[in-house]
């Protein structure tokens, strides 16, 4: 789901004539107005009209450089470059309208009004689906679970909120149902549960907010994460009535989300009347009927409810994909184009592009650089070091330089704050080899840039070359429209299905790097205790993030198509998948090597074409 300013309104293609004077009367265009008006020798000029933009009516230069760059980017998508769309678009229109005037051929005018961007009004918005998300929870004071504009409540609809103690969860016409199993972690947990954080459905983690709202939450202008992304926040069906299952908790003994409960929140779900479940949760793949999930989306799908589920994050393995029941729809994960950058600059001039949504620097200076590596404390090795683990570092050595540190076996924020706690003043994390380009938007707790691995090599080269290394870290911004995109993220679990080999899985793939989504402020967006930060909005990156974005575009199926079945769904979504990136080019890996359907399925999910897919029927 690609974050565009506004693709709420039809895209209509109408062919250039002075005598048009376009919708009058109208309110919008209709869903297709393709007709021959004017020709010249050789092509037609057209009209291809967008609707309108978010930037609002005070336009800034940089609103309008923006949407004409996306005007060539889009055309440029059919043309097969954005050079041949800036030759032929005579006019942008930037300001209020959104669209351009162009002069292209009827096959390519054909092409783009197939394009329209029709799903979210022919579906409503997903009005009055219900979605269910078995997770950690909900935050219900999020605006993204709002019920302005809602109607009443669908009269099959059977759950409950349970907001019987201080920490329950009021619902409304939005999030209908919120509901917590918890017995069978009482039973690992071996005693009585008596704190009230672990008896509700609020979440005090994250993550459940963040995949229901991605799922299904409502328009939220302005959302932004320390001001980065500023735009309108919005679910796949944003009209869509929600209901959250909390079934995972703290962990212990490495469990957090149990079986016991996880089908008691299938059998409830079932019954209360959703019509999708988005599961983000999974473990190793196992037989169908040793496997509690597996379990519940078979009885799900026997009564008509699509189950979409992540893939896993244990990539790049081969063979790691979970989840794999023929049943259910199977989603692993890639990037989309947009990206939060911020730029490693190094003394000798090179200037790598990374990732962060950190603060910045103290000032815009060149600080001294250090490899973890050279900073050990005295009861580390470098190569322990290296990764930046907890009591690893020697801050005598650390204190007021940027700190370049390896990724792997810890997290990645827990790496900044082991950076900041030696007096480190910024971090450079730097991919291994696995990672290739797989960068992650991470909100650290100092200034902050992770990159890539071959660009963590030069930088460490660039460190053992000198005495006296010296970089700095820009600013993070935003950056839309990037190339390639998608990739598949390095962490994205891989087929092939060990379980039924002859079965394709993951089924799909959708956008799960660096989502922006609403989140629960019981926590920190690092969701470590050293972290006191408390934001309405993150970013969240893995297979938990997309599968919500293909349970989004279920809802709209759904309402548009409340006949279909979860196999016709699924077939619809797999049909119609795209396998090329946004350079007209075969997706790649993480690494930039040609991937494959043990990655990406299908492809990676169009929604607009799935919508009409006779193939799926």
Known sequence: MRSRPLPLQPTAILPLSLGNRGFKDCERAPESFIQFVQKGLYSLSYIVYLGGHSH???????????????????????????????????YSYNRHINGFAAT???????????????????????????????????????????????????????????????????????????RYFNNGYAAAYGGPLNS???????????????????????????????????????????????????????????????????????????????????????????DYFSDALSIGAFHSANNGIVVVCSAGNSGPTDGSVSNVSPWMITVGAST??????????????????????????????????????????????????????????????????????LRGENARVDKGQQAALAGAVGMILCNDESSGNEIIADPHVLPASHINYTDGVAV????NSTDDPLGLITPPKTQLYTKPAPFMASFSSKGPNIVTPEILKPDITAPGVNIIAAYSEGTSPTNEDFDKRRIPFNTESGTSMSCPHVAGIVGLLKTLHPDWSPAAIRSAIMTTARTRDNTVNPMLNGSFVKATPFSYGAGHVRPNRASGSWLGL
């Not at 460490?460 to 460190?463: L, S």
């Open 336 to 405: 989309m184009d947009r990206e939060f950058q911020a730029y490693v600059q190094l003394h000798n001039g090179l200037r790598l592009k990374g990732t962060s949504i950190s603060e910045p620097l103290p000032e815009d200076r060149f600080y001294p650089l250090i490899s973890a590596a050279q900073a050990n404390a005295a009861n580390a090795t470098s190569s322990e070091a290296i990764l930046c683990k907890g009591g690893t570092l020697d801050p005598e050595k650390v204190k007021g330089k940027i700190l370049a540190c």
């Open 104 to 178: 292209i051929d009827e096959e390519h005018a054909a092409e783009i009004s197939i394009q329209r961007f029709l799903l979210w009004e022919k579906a409503r918005f997903g009005e009055d689906t219900i979605i269910g998300n078995l997770d950690t929870g909900v935050w219900p004071e999020s605006e993204s679970f709002s019920d302005k504009g809602f109607g009443p409540i669908p009269s099959k609809w059977k759950g409950i909120c349970q907001n019987d103690t201080s920490a329950g969860v009021p619902c409304n016409r939005k999030l209908i149902g919120a």
């Open 196 to 286: 009230s954080t672990l008896n509700t459905p609020r979440d005090y983690e994250g993550h459940g907010t963040h995949t229901l709202s991605t799922a299904a939450g409502n328009f939220v202008p302005g959302a932004s994460v320390f001001g980065l992304g500023n735009r309108t926040a919005k679910g796949g069906s944003p009209k869509a009535r929600v209901a959250a299952y909390k079934v995972c908790w703290p962990p212990i003994n490495g469990g957090e989300c149990f079986d016991a409960d996880i089908m008691k929140a299938f059998d409830v779900a079932i019954n209360d009347g959703v019509d999708v479940l988005s599961v983000s949760l999974g473990g190793e793949p196992t």
């Open 56 to 90: 609002g009516h005070r336009t800034t230069t940089a609103d309008r450089h923006r949407e004409t760059d996306f005007h060539y980017e889009f055309l440029g998508s059919f043309l097969g470059s954005k050079e041949k769309a800036k030759d032929v678009i005579f």
């Open 460 to 463: 460490f080269a660039y460190i």
